[in-house]
């Protein structure tokens, strides 16, 4: 086909590549750079978001999680994967840990719930440092994406869900 093609002058028409264009979206520093030691409570936390199918549709939940000792302090479950799931999971965590201002770095990813202007402004508000990893790199957050599927593999999937509200 290709030299028929090639012969009659003819070329394939060619899809173009996706482009994400981040410009003018908000972004941080990434001020881990993959070290997830610290020296204490309250000095790192790492947040993200998972989904996980159920017979009535998708349930997506938010956590934020101390790298100290690796326990989840802030977490928000909806059927929706929006700005407040992930101002609410950050909201409980502060609360809970009241951190000192300027002291916890906040790290994520670049999805749009983490960029938004709402959750930039509750960053600001609690006094934390947000930080970014690369985008599309999964090792950037490997600690959170490893707590994600230890939870998928020992909880969630060891059977089918009916409701989002059956779901622990």
Same mark, same amino acid.
């Given at each position: 086909?290709?030299?028929?093609?090639? =012969? %009659?002058?003819?070329?394939?028409?060619?899809?173009?590549?996706?482009?994400?264009?981040? *410009?003018? !979206?908000?972004?941080?520093?990434?001020?881990? !750079?993959?070290?997830?030691? @610290?020296? $204490?409570?309250?000095?790192?936390? &790492?947040?993200?978001?998972?989904? +996980?199918?159920?017979?009535? /549709?998708? @349930?997506?939940?938010?956590? @934020?999680?101390?790298?100290? %000792?690796?326990?989840?302090?802030?977490?928000?479950?909806?059927?929706?994967?929006?700005?407040?799931? @992930?101002?609410?999971? &950050? *909201?409980? *965590?502060?609360? #809970? #840990?009241?951190?000192?201002?300027?002291?916890?770095?906040? +790290?994520?990813?670049?999805?749009?719930?983490?960029?938004?202007?709402?959750? $930039?402004?509750?960053?600001?508000?609690?006094?934390? &440092?947000? %930080?970014?990893?690369?985008?599309?790199?999964?090792?950037?957050?490997?600690?959170?994406?490893?707590?994600? /599927?230890?939870?998928?593999?020992?909880? &969630?999937?060891? #059977? =089918?869900?009916?409701? #989002?509200? =059956?779901?622990?």
């Amino acid at each position: 086909m290709e030299r028929l093609m090639r =012969a %009659s002058g003819l070329q394939g028409v060619y899809r173009r590549r996706g482009r994400r264009d981040v *410009a003018g !979206q908000a972004t941080e520093e990434d001020l881990v !750079q993959r070290r997830f030691e @610290v020296v $204490g409570p309250d000095r790192l936390w &790492l947040t993200d978001i998972t989904e +996980h199918p159920t017979m009535e /549709g998708k @349930v997506y939940c938010a956590a @934020v999680m101390d790298t100290y %000792s690796r326990r989840i302090i802030g977490w928000s479950i909806d059927a929706r994967q929006n700005i407040d799931l @992930v101002v609410n999971a &950050l *909201a409980m *965590a502060v609360t #809970r #840990r009241n951190p000192p201002t300027g002291s916890t770095i906040l +790290h994520s990813d670049h999805g749009t719930q983490y960029t938004s202007w709402a959750f $930039g402004k509750r960053l600001r508000d609690a006094g934390l &440092l947000g %930080s970014m990893g690369t985008i599309g790199d999964c090792y950037d957050n490997s600690m959170m994406e490893s707590f994600w /599927g230890t939870m998928q593999l020992e909880l &969630l999937d060891t #059977r =089918a869900w009916k409701t #989002r509200k =059956a779901i622990p």
